[in-house]
């Protein structure tokens, strides 16, 4: 079983940045494609930014430009940098691990979170 713990969220004033990771329990041998996911309240749980394990990215039109995912294999961290966040972007943040084929298994992080409030 893997294990996934988010941090880095917080208060920030609008403009501001934040630097979210997301640590996993043990090495993940397996391709993966990783992925942030947001949910504010009374809304669904959208995807923000994805990173599959071609080193393709994909981003929510509401944050290109602005947020940035990234990977580090010796840490066995996903990041997510957030720059110029708005009030639109308060909610919490969730990362996710889903392993490729032949592998199996996706895990889901308790998730952290951020208000972008003045």
């Known amino acids: 079983q893997v294990q996934l713990v988010e941090s880095g969220g917080g208060l920030v004033q609008p403009g501001g940045s934040l630097r979210l990771s997301c640590a996993a329990s043990r090495t993940i041998v397996c391709a993966y494609n990783m992925g942030w996911y947001r949910q504010a309240p009374g809304k669904q749980r959208e995807l923000v930014a994805r990173l599959t394990g071609e080193g393709i990215t994909n981003y929510a039109d509401s944050v290109k430009g602005r947020f940035t995912i990234s990977r580090d294999n010796a840490k066995k961290t996903v990041d997510l940098q957030m720059n110029s966040l708005k009030p639109e972007d308060t909610a919490v943040y969730y990362c996710?691990?889903?392993?490729?084929?032949?592998?199996?298994?996706?895990?889901w992080g308790l998730g952290t979170q951020v208000t972008v409030s003045s």
């Open positions: 996710n691990f889903q392993l490729n084929f032949p592998c199996t298994g996706n895990y």
